[in-house]
């Protein structure tokens, strides 16, 4: 077992029978690319922040051509077994998985032509002092492509159900043992403007992965999902039920948000 309760072997097992194996988050592999569409990073050198399982980093290596691939993440469990996961593919050359300290990062500046993050943020409490370790590490003209959730800033107006939704789902991912700090979409462009990055453009994602949070929903609700429940024991599953309805609520409604940023370091 991993002594954090973010990741248990249950947890680890029955989302990468949601998501897809190496993946750890809704969407898994098809989100990678729908995050990459209409950007070609073969040839590059890549960071992936908090790369989980390692599913990204072996698929930007495999699938889309990048030269390198430095996989990071602070928990030892994880990294472990995406290590184990590169080996396997054969791809020891092409990708490194590292364990960090939450922090700076160990890395020169401008090392890198491309940072990944894919609904890693949400966990960060000071998304500023990561956005800056960002731009320091991208080379000029690198780029940082991130995928991520997002609440709806306290001086909007939001509908009664959406709240409820939206706290009803977060409730339940605690239940669930995931804990998140999610913020407004305007508190990114703020921090990646604070921290010199650019916005070239985001992607309103809501809608797809409420699409994908149904289709999860209706997945763990039908006869295929014996292996998660076993997986994860009953009490564990009935809150990944729950906390997959909420979130498939609350993306509906619009009270928790989805979406892709591309911003770019232009000095």
Excluded: W
């Excluded at 492509?145 to 009664?160: K, R, S, Y």
């Amino acid at each position: 077992m991993i002594n954090n309760t973010q990741y248990s072997d249950g947890v680890i097992a029955g989302m990468q029978m949601l998501y897809g194996a190496g993946f750890l988050s809704p969407g898994g592999p098809d989100e990678v690319g729908q995050l990459l569409s209409d950007f070609d990073p073969a040839g590059m050198r890549v960071l992936d922040i908090g790369c989980g399982l390692g599913g990204c980093a072996i698929m930007l290596v495999r699938d889309f051509g990048v030269a390198h691939v430095t996989g990071i993440d602070i928990e030892p469990e994880l990294v472990a077994r995406a290590t184990s996961a590169v080996g396997d593919a054969g791809l020891q050359a092409s990708v490194s998985i590292n364990q960090v300290e939450p922090g700076s990062l160990p890395f020169d500046e401008k090392s890198f032509d491309l940072v990944v993050t894919k609904d890693v943020i949400c966990h960060m409490p000071d998304k500023a002092a990561v956005f800056a370790e960002i731009f320091r590490t991208l080379r000029p003209g690198g780029t940082y492509l991130c995928a991520d959730f997002f609440n709806v800033g306290a001086h909007e107006d939001i509908p009664v159900d959406a709240k409820a939704s939206y706290d009803s789902y977060v409730e339940g991912m605690k239940a669930y043992g995931l804990s998140f700090i999610f913020e407004p979409q305007f508190a990114y462009e703020s921090a990646l403007a604070s921290a010199g990055l650019t916005l070239h453009e985001f992607r309103d994602h809501t809608a797809v992965s409420a699409d994908v949070a149904a289709q999860e929903r209706s997945f763990l609700a039908g006869a295929g999902s014996v292996s998660i429940k076993e997986a994860l024991g009953d009490e564990r599953f009935h809150a990944r039920i729950h906390a997959s309805t909420m979130r498939e609520k609350a993306l509906g409604a619009r009270g928790l948000l989805h979406g892709h940023i591309h911003a770019k370091r232009i000095d």
